[in-house]
């Protein structure tokens, strides 16, 4: 299924962390083989700045980094409603580093 994106929408991005002790946020949580250390997901709730191409977007974080994600990623998704009613301060944070 292809995304339909534009430039303002509000989307989650599923990033793979690793570390020794993940935080609150973390999702599918699973111990190295030595037990050292943990992969994991977080959600980023991240904006659409602009698109490349049919096949590529430009994301902007919380603190104003830029990504640039492949359109076909399965763990970029738009924000379901409810997302939106429930994250929308970290949404508007990032929309207002956008008007800037």
Do not use: C
């Amino acid at each position: 299924m292809e995304k339909q994106l534009k430039p303002g929408d509000w989307v989650i991005y599923r990033k793979q962390k690793r570390s020794t002790s993940p935080g609150p946020r973390a999702k599918l949580v699973s111990a190295a083989p030595q037990g050292e250390t943990y992969t994991y997901m977080v959600d980023k709730f991240w904006v659409v700045k602009q698109l490349q191409g049919d096949k590529q977007v430009v994301l902007v974080t919380r603190t104003g980094k830029q990504h640039t994600v492949d359109l076909s990623t399965p763990n970029l998704r738009p924000a379901r409603w409810w997302e939106r009613w429930i994250y929308r301060d970290r949404f508007r944070e990032t929309e207002l580093l956008l008007e800037k």
